[in-house]
T-cell receptor, first 116, second 107 residues
Framework: GAGVSQSPRYKVAKRGQDVALRCDPI?????LFWYQQALGQGPEFLTY????????KSGLPSDRFFAERPEGSVSTLKIQRTQQEDSAVYLC??????????????FGPGTRLLVL | AQRVTQPEKLLSVFKGAPVELKCNYS??????LFWYVQYSRQRLQLLLR??SRESIKGFTADLNKGETSFHLKKPFAQEEDSAMYYC?????????FGTGTSLTVIP
């Protein structure tokens, strides 16, 4: 079966624009994670969903960032009024169970966002 | 506070030589640690996790709670091991990744 997919793969936005990044997890996976990876850094946790419930959003850097997973499958990360410091690769990962189950996280290819 | 530290950004070894990628963590609870690898032009993928105590592609990692370390080791490096390696800590709802070590195996 297909792995985690993300779209678009690349996005160029002008400063101040809103963007929406999509993640299609592996079918049946309960958990979904979003990460932000700046150049030369490791992935940084943004938010976590268990099914449709957003259980942790403590990593979202500002209230311009919003994530949803309304039906417990596809998730969208929205960034409003983008700033240059938002430029990064946004990674999505899904796992069969929750983090406490120590299930393997499967990562998508990422969306590379460049804000000009 | 940095939860996961990987002190080496770049590491080069010759083919057949032993390799050790260092990882130290900071966490007061019971740690769950992982190594992830990203080969060129591929997505991030799990290499191994401490709870499994397994060896994957010849790599092993032992959790040392006294030294708060989870170093990744391989006795004989291969060219195909060249990649970016990330150590990660699971604290429950959150995963913390290190900044990564880029390993180059010289033929």
């Amino acid at each position: 079966g297909a792995g985690v997919s993300q779209s678009p793969r690349y996005k160029v936005a002008k400063r101040g624009q809103d963007v929406a990044l999509r993640c299609d997890p592996i079918s049946g996976h309960v958990s979904l994670f979003w990460y932000q990876q700046a150049l030369g850094q490791g992935p940084e946790f943004l938010t976590y969903f268990q099914n449709e419930a957003q259980l942790d959003k403590s990593g979202l850097p500002s209230d311009r960032f919003f994530a949803e997973r309304p039906e417990g499958s596809v998730s969208t990360l929205k960034i409003q009024r983008t700033q240059q410091e938002d430029s990064a690769v946004y990674l999505c990962a899904s796992s069969l169970g929750g983090p406490l189950d120590q299930e393997t996280q499967y990562f998508g290819p990422g969306t590379r966002l460049l804000v000009l | 506070a940095q939860r996961v530290t990987q002190p080496e950004k770049l590491l080069s070894v010759f083919k057949g030589a032993p390799v050790e990628l260092k990882c130290n963590y900071s966490y007061s609870g019971s740690p769950e640690l992982f190594w992830y690898v990203q080969y060129s032009r591929q997505r991030l993928q799990l290499l191994l996790r401490h709870i499994s105590r397994e060896s994957i592609k010849g790599f092993t990692a032992d959790l040392n709670k006294g030294e708060t370390s989870f170093h990744l080791k391989k006795p004989f490096a291969q060219e195909e091991d060249s990649a970016m390696y990330y150590c990660a800590l699971n604290t429950g709802n959150q995963f913390y990744f290190g900044t990564g070590t880029s390993l180059t195996v010289i033929p």
